[in-house]
Structures are given as structure tokens and as C-alpha cells.
């Protein structure tokens, strides 16, 4: 089934609202990011004395005899005209999305305040179509597809499965049997500025692997095998943080107790060192006899006469 008449609707909708004019009182417009708008006034000069644009209450473009462009965010990228006062935007970016205001005065009195609304889209560029289809009990198959877009807001979903149509989905969830065959999916994405789609093919088949099977086991290598995986690398990685670390404090502790041992062998020999030079000292020159105990120490006195040194 073709989307045109829904995609036709939509563009007329969104053209309508566009070019809302001044009686209404308030415009919209849709925009691309990079494109200009050029935003309609609804005045003529001839009957205006003063007017001014404003975005979001700040003064971005005014006349009072005078055209004047206040320093804005639209710095080299805003033009007004000088006969009806249109306020024209190059380069549009996301962030220029807003609401608009012009207000006037004529010579006889206050023009109502007109308000536009200016909404900046990121095109599409890409879609894309997730699938997953899983085999059931009965030989039957589940099928869940899944329309991704390179943007994300202001969009609109239709898919197409042979004489089905789905709107306003990002998702559909059917079934198929092995009978049906090969089935086309087509999945159509737009927002106000841009329109893309994309296609696949699903079937059922029950000589395959059985999807649930695949996706079990998908399931149990994220949750299972690598947690394992990452448990067992850090225990043995502690194993052997410690195991080196304990090797370490062993040699230290091993060249400690040498040095210890050296240190008391060296004290031991200076101990029996110092007790045999003090045992020897004594030796020779305590006296030996009852007379040299006596005469120790003594000088022998030179005899004054044969008789004494006989005596």
C-alpha cells in the first residue's frame, strides 16, 4: 500500500500552516537547519511612523525613521527590508527556533503585535531497520522491527507490511509462518522539513538456529562469561601481586638475619680478644712469687758497702 495520499496530507498541513497570514494573528514556520526564512511583517512603510521585530523580549531589528539591526545572536546573518519591514535569517540553526514578534505604530495609533513561531529541523539523513526474529514452540515466528532515524524529534512513523499499513509507530511486533515466505517491510519516516525510508525482507524458516537459542546465548556471554572472565583475571592477578610481594619480604628478611649473624660472630671475637689480652696483661705483670709480691714495683737500691751487698 502506498504512503503517498498520508505523506501528501502531511505536506499540505504543514505548507498550510505556514503561510498563515497577519489577520490570524500568529504564523509558523518549519525550516531545515542552513536554510533562510524570510519573515512577513504585513506593514507597509508609507503608514508606519515606528516598528520593531523582537525574539524571545529582546530588540533584534527596529525603525524609528531609522533602520537599525541591535547586536543579537543573529549578527551577519539578519536582514530587514526597507518597504514592508520582512525580517529575513540566513544560516538557521537549531537554536534560532522561537517565537517572533513584530509591533508598529502609525500615525493615528497602535498596530496590533503580530507573533510568528520559527521552528529549526534537523533533516533526516538515514534510517535504518532493527530486526529480531525469534522461533516459537509452535514453528511459528515472532517478528519485532525497529525504525531507527539519525534525529530524534518532531518525527512521524508509517510502515508498510504487504496490505497493512502502521502509523505514528516506531515499533511493530507481528507474527509469521514458514508458509508465508519472504515478506517486505517498509518503513517511512518524516518530520516537517525532510522524509526518508527504509526496506528488509523477513522470513520464517525453521531449519535454522533457533533465534531464542542465539539470543540466549548473547545473554549469557554479556552476563556470564565475561564477568567470569574479568573475576578470574583480577584473582590471579592478586595471586600474583602477593606472591611477589612475599618473595620480596623474604629475601629482606633473609639478608637481615646475615647481617645480624655477622655482626654478633664479629662481637663474639672481640669479646674473646679483649678477655684473653685482659687475661695475659695480669699474667705479666701481677708477681709470680711471695718476694716479687714484695719487691714489685721496687727500684734495688745500690749498696753502700761490701758488707750490706753481701747481706
Not at 174 to 192: E, K, Q, R, Y
Request: charged share 20%; glycine share 4%; aromatic share 8%.
Amino acid at each position: 500500500m502506498s504512503v503517498g495520499p498520508l505523506s501528501s496530507f502531511s505536506k499540505q498541513g504543514i505548507l498550510l500552516l505556514s503561510i498563515l497570514h497577519y489577520g490570524v494573528g500568529i504564523s509558523l514556520f518549519n525550516k531545515a537547519v542552513g536554510d533562510s526564512v524570510e519573515l512577513p511583517s504585513g506593514l507597509e512603510r508609507e503608514a508606519i511612523k515606528s516598528m520593531e521585530w523582537k525574539y524571545k523580549e529582546m530588540v533584534i531589528a527596529e525603525f524609528d525613521g531609522n533602520f537599525s539591526l541591535p547586536r543579537s545572536q543573529f549578527k551577519g546573518r539578519l536582514e530587514m527590508n526597507d518597504s514592508n519591514f520582512s525580517l529575513t535569517i540566513q544560516e538557521l540553526t537549531l537554536q534560532d527556533s522561537g517565537e517572533f514578534l513584530v509591533s508598529a505604530a502609525s500615525n493615528r495609533s497602535q498596530i496590533p503585535t503580530k507573533t510568528i513561531h520559527l521552528q529549526v529541523h534537523e533533516p533526516i539523513s538515514k534510517v535504518v531497520i532493527q530486526k529480531e526474529i525469534t522461533l516459537l514452540a509452535n514453528q511459528s515466528c515472532s517478528v519485532w522491527l525497529l525504525c531507527n532515524v539519525s534525529v530524534g524529534s518532531n518525527l512521524s512513523y508509517t510502515w508498510e507490511r504487504g496490505n497493512e499499513t502502521y502509523r505514528d509507530d516506531q515499533q511493530i511486533h507481528f507474527s509469521l509462518s514458514p508458509a508465508d515466505g519472504d515478506i517486505s517491510v517498509t518503513c517511512n519516516a518524516s518530520n516537517p522539513v525532510s522524509e526518508k525510508s527504509a526496506s528488509t525482507t523477513v522470513k520464517c524458516s525453521n531449519d535454522t538456529t533457533t533465534p531464542e537459542y542465539d539470543t540466549w546465548m548473547k545473554w549469557y556471554r554479556i552476563y556470564i562469561v565475561v564477568p567470569v572472565g574479568v573475576a578470574v583475571v583480577l584473582i590471579l592477578t592478586v595471586a600474583v601481586a602477593v606472591y611477589y610481594c612475599r618473595g620480596r619480604c623474604n629475601t629482606a628478611d633473609l639478608t637481615d638475619d646475615t647481617r645480624m649473624k655477622d655482626t654478633r660472630s664479629n662481637s663474639q671475637l672481640m669479646s674473646i680478644y679483649e678477655t684473653v689480652e685482659d687475661l695475659a696483661v695480669p699474667i705479666l705483670n701481677m708477681p709470680q712469687t711471695l718476694y716479687d709480691k714484695i719487691t714489685f714495683g721496687r727500684q734495688p737500691e745500690t749498696p753502700s758497702s761490701s758488707y750490706q751487698e753481701v747481706l
